[in-house]
Antibody, heavy 117, light 110 residues
Framework: QVYLVQSGAEVKKPGASVTVSCKAS????????IHWVRQAPGQRLEWMGW????????KYSQRFQGRVTITRDTSANTAYMELASLTSEDRAVYYC??????????WGQGTLVTVSS | QSVVTQPPSASGTPGQRVTISCSGG????????VNWYQQLPGTAPKLLIN???QRPSGVPDRFSGSKSGTLASLAISGLRSEDEADYYC???????????FGGGTKLTVL
């Protein structure tokens, strides 16, 4: 059974950075890319970027370019998403999702990030 | 900014057939296939239809997808109360070089 388990909720101050982890199990981690998608309250899903878990290559949405960094640790079957220079606009639920080349077929449970002074 | 548009709401009565549309452009739906996701309140999105128009194991065949030109559609037949959820289309956008999501459609079962 495929699982993506994310780290817990975070509260950060404006200007800080946040790192969310996504631990995969039930499949070979390096066979599938991992995407990060966020959802602000009442808003649509918004793609942030993805990582090729085999070679570490990344692609980021231009909207987040320069602020987001996606990495992975193949020994821990875990992907990470770091978002810097947080503002109140970054308050959202952040999801990781597995890419099976046809769709994002499995999703993490989501991590709420709150930005508050 | 690439835009994929869905109606904000849809509704139907139990047993009815409901269709949700997803309108895009030449850089996304016009040239790539569409996925559909269901999101129940407070939960992560769940894949309903993949790019090959297939349903993952466990998704009933009441759900089906189609596409014509730059317009895609999700059809739900035999509507049930548990279908009440938000539905999102998603498609790879060649100008974004990533997936773009529609705004979501809130389905109400009356």
């Amino acid at each position: 059974q495929v699982y993506l388990v994310q780290s817990g909720a975070e509260v950060k101050k404006p200007g800080a950075s946040v790192t969310v982890s996504c631990k995969a199990s039930g499949y070979t981690f390096t066979y599938y890319a991992i995407h990060w998608v966020r959802q602000a309250p009442g808003q649509r899903l918004e793609w942030m970027g993805w990582i090729n878990t085999a070679n570490g290559n990344t692609k980021y949405s231009q909207r987040f370019q320069g602020r987001v960094t996606i990495t992975r640790d193949t020994s821990a079957n875990t992907a990470y998403m770091e978002l810097a220079s947080l503002t109140s606009e970054d308050r959202a639920v952040y999801y990781c999702a597995r890419d099976d080349r046809e769709a994002l077929d499995f999703w993490g449970q989501g991590t709420l990030v709150t930005v508050s002074s | 900014q690439s835009v994929v548009t869905q109606p904000p709401s849809a509704s139907g009565t139990p047993g009815q057939r409901v269709t949700i549309s997803c309108s895009g452009g030449s850089s996304n739906i016009g040239i790539n296939t569409v996925n559909w996701y269901q999101q129940l309140p407070g939960t992560a999105p769940k894949l309903l239809i993949n790019s090959k128009n297939q349903r993952p194991s466990g998704v009933p065949d009441r759900f089906s997808g189609s596409k014509s030109g730059t317009l895609a559609s999700l059809a739900i037949s035999g509507l049930r109360s548990e279908d009440e959820a938000d539905y999102y289309c998603a498609v790879w956008d060649d100008s974004l070089n990533g997936p773009v999501f529609g705004g979501g459609t809130k389905l109400t079962v009356l």
